[in-house]
């Protein structure tokens, strides 16, 4: 009876803190819009009107068209005498629209290739291609094409395709539920965290509620309402809040701005009459990038522990816990490893440049890009290490409260 009370109570608490975390994200929602209705200074002012008037510009239709012919290609010219700097090559295409307003009508645009840039843009008949439209305001009829990019949606969706039915074909039911969790984590991120940090939310309490809803969701639709599942989704965010507690420390011990990199940067030159913290981005982000990791741990551990409990209901606490922790330092160094090196792939370009320009080990250590990346890499392998002792004690608390 005092178990089930227990039970009982968590769950309470649990119920509790989640409410505490989004009356938070309220309070703080409701603080924002107060400050940002305030007057700004006339230079900020003068620059949100002006992006404002530049983001509210009729935009360029963007279209789908295939290659039906190719006009003209000197790409196979051999030019010993032209230096590639100087060397532009050129494609007539003739393309037909696939999709729009303007679907069916057929249009020869200009492919120009410049050799000396890698990243090149050669098409064949019967690719597709996207475009950027402008249309007469008048007349509606199309007055330019420009070539923006390869057509990739199709692939794209099949490669979605394919992992969804290797999920549902091998996981079955339980396949089926981890493509639930995951469509309803990734609505959540595009669905409410995105356009909150857009109205000015701050960044940390909207990562951290965002982050507790995506595990009580994921943990009780996989695995249902009972005590492993609330032990993993106490430890889950117990982990989280200890690798976003970590991450504003040491962030702010660094005096990292969350501007170390090109997509903050030009995220900045966007005032439009609201403030992002850029800095609570950057804990933000390592907060949502520990938790599918943390959440994996707490899971495993929580799972393990139970069933280790229902094969044996009489073992001691000291043993429970030693067991759990056994089976945590055996789970840890795989998932440090997994998440490191899934920052560091992410990097790669990056470090090799430092590397090949860079005058020494120095200058590359104290850039604040890779100080960022060092402390999304550290922060997040502290809460999955910190998930585990918060699990395996609750299990062990749970289990042999009397």
């Not at 091998?170 to 595009?190: D, E, H, M, Q, S």
């Not at 009780?220 to 005590?227: A, D, E, P, Q």
Request: aromatic share 6%; net charge positive.
């Amino acid at each position: 009876m005092r178990k089930t009370n227990i039970y009982l109570k968590s769950k309470k608490i649990l119920l509790l803190a989640l409410t505490c975390i989004s009356v938070c994200v309220q309070l703080y929602a409701q603080d924002t819009a107060k400050n940002t209705s305030a007057e700004t200074d006339s230079k900020d002012a003068g620059l949100a009107e002006y992006y404002d008037t530049q983001l509210n510009l009729p935009k360029n239709q963007v279209v789908k068209a295939r290659v039906i012919e190719i006009v003209y290609d000197d790409l196979a010219e051999s030019r010993p005498d032209v230096p590639i700097e100087s060397d532009f090559r050129y494609q007539h295409l003739k393309i037909e629209i696939l999709t729009g307003k303007h679907k069916g009508e057929v249009y020869t645009v200009r492919n120009t290739i410049e050799l000396a840039i890698p990243y090149r843009l050669i098409f064949r008949l019967h690719e597709k291609m996207i475009l950027q439209v402008d249309e007469d305001e008048e007349t509606g009829k199309i007055i330019n094409l420009k070539i923006y990019e390869r057509a990739r949606d199709t692939k794209v969706y099949a490669l979605i395709v394919i992992f969804a039915a290797a999920l549902i074909v091998v996981g079955k039911k339980n396949g089926l539920k981890a493509l639930i969790t995951l469509g309803i984590t990734v609505g959540l991120i595009f669905g409410i965290f995105l356009p909150c940090i857009i109205r000015g939310f701050n960044p940390i309490l909207l990562s951290l509620a965002v982050c507790s809803a995506a595990t009580v969701i994921t943990l009780l639709i996989i695995s249902g309402n009972n005590k492993k599942t609330y032990t993993a989704i106490i430890g889950t965010i117990g982990g989280v809040i200890i690798a976003g507690v970590f991450a504003f420390i040491a962030g702010k011990v660094l005096m990292l701005t969350g501007l170390g990199n090109e997509d903050a940067q030009m995220l900045a030159f966007i005032p439009q009459h609201r403030r992002i913290d850029y800095q609570g981005l950057l804990f933000a982000g390592i907060m949502i990038g520990a938790l599918g990791a943390v959440m994996d741990v707490a899971m495993s551990i929580s799972s393990a522990m139970w069933e280790i409990i229902s094969v044996s209901p009489d073992i001691s606490k000291k043993q429970l816990i030693k067991s759990g922790m056994n089976i945590g330092r055996d789970i840890i160094g795989s998932m440090s490893n997994t998440l490191i090196l899934a920052y560091v792939s992410t990097s790669i370009p990056v470090l090799l440049l430092f590397i090949l320009f860079s005058n020494g080990f120095t200058e590359i250590i104290n850039l604040e890009l890779l100080a960022s990346e060092v402390l999304r890499a550290v922060a997040g392998s502290i809460g999955l290490i910190c998930t585990i002792p918060i699990t395996v004690r609750l299990v062990g608390r749970w289990h042999h409260t009397s």
